[in-house]
C-alpha cells in the first residue's frame, strides 16, 4: 500500500510498495529454489550464490530481495558509468569494482533497470572473463521494446511496454527521486 499523495515530480505511480514487494518475495521463492533444487549452484567449493549488486540503483532491490532468498546468500556491490552519445553508443565503464574474486562462484547480477541492453552486456562479459562458476542475471525492471542488443535475463520483475523514464525504489533523475517506496513514471517537465 502506498499511503498519501505521489511526489509531484510523478506522473503516474507504475508499481505500488505492495505490488513491488509481491513481485520480489515471488522472484526470490524462484532463485532459492532455482539454486538449491535445479542445481543452478555449481561453485565446487560450495560457497553461497553472490549477489552482485549495481549501484546505486540496485540498492533497494538487492537489500529486499537478498533478504527473501530462501537460502543464504553473499552479496557485493559494483558500479558503473555510461556514456550516451552518438560517436561512443553503449559505451560503459567501471567505476567501482567488486572487493573479492569470483572464480568459481555462483555470480547473480542484480540490476535495477535493463534498457538499450549495453550496461548488463558490459558486465556479464566483465565478469565472465573472471571464471565465475556460473553466471545469472536478475532485473527488477525491463524496457523490452528499448533494447538495442540481445541480452539473456534470467529473472525479471516487470516488464515495461510503456515508453517511461521511471523513478523511486532507487531509480533516479539526476541522483533524485531514489527514496520514494513505489516506482512512477517521471514527468517530463521535470527532466532537463
Ligand atoms: P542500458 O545500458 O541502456 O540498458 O541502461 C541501463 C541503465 O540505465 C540502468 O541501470 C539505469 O541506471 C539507467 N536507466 C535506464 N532507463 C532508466 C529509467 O527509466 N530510469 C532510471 N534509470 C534508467
Excluded: H, Q
Excluded at 510498495?17 to 515471488?26: C, G, K, N, P
Excluded at 516487470?158 to 515508453?163: R, S, T
Amino acid at each position: 500500500m502506498t499511503t498519501g499523495a505521489p511526489d509531484p515530480a510523478i506522473a503516474e505511480i507504475l508499481f505500488d510498495e505492495e505490488t513491488i514487494a509481491r513481485r520480489i518475495a515471488e522472484l526470490a521463492g524462484e532463485i532459492g529454489t532455482d539454486y538449491m533444487e535445479r542445481g543452478y549452484a555449481s561453485d565446487p567449493e560450495g560457497r553461497p550464490p553472490l549477489l552482485v549488486c549495481i549501484l546505486r540503483g540496485a540498492l533497494v532491490f538487492t537489500a529486499d530481495l537478498a533478504r527473501k532468498i530462501p537460502m543464504p546468500v553473499e552479496y557485493d556491490l559494483i558500479s558503473v558509468s555510461s556514456y550516451r552519445n552518438r560517436s561512443a553508443p553503449g559505451a560503459v565503464r567501471l567505476v567501482r569494482d567488486l572487493e573479492r574474486p569470483i572464480a568459481g562462484r555462483d555470480v547473480l547480477i542484480v540490476e535495477d533497470i535493463i534498457d538499450t541492453g549495453y550496461t548488463i552486456e558490459y558486465l556479464r562479459r566483465t565478469l565472465k572473463a573472471r571464471s565465475p562458476a556460473s553466471l545469472r542475471v536478475c532485473t527488477l525492471i525491463d524496457k523490452v521494446p528499448r533494447r538495442e542488443i540481445p541480452v539473456e535475463i534470467d529473472y525479471a520483475g516487470f516488464p515495461l511496454e510503456k515508453d517511461a523514464f521511471v523513478v523511486g525504489y532507487g531509480m533516479d533523475y539526476a541522483e533524485l527521486y531514489r527514496n520514494l517506496p513505489y516506482i512512477g513514471a517521471l514527468k517530463p517537465e521535470y527532466m532537463r
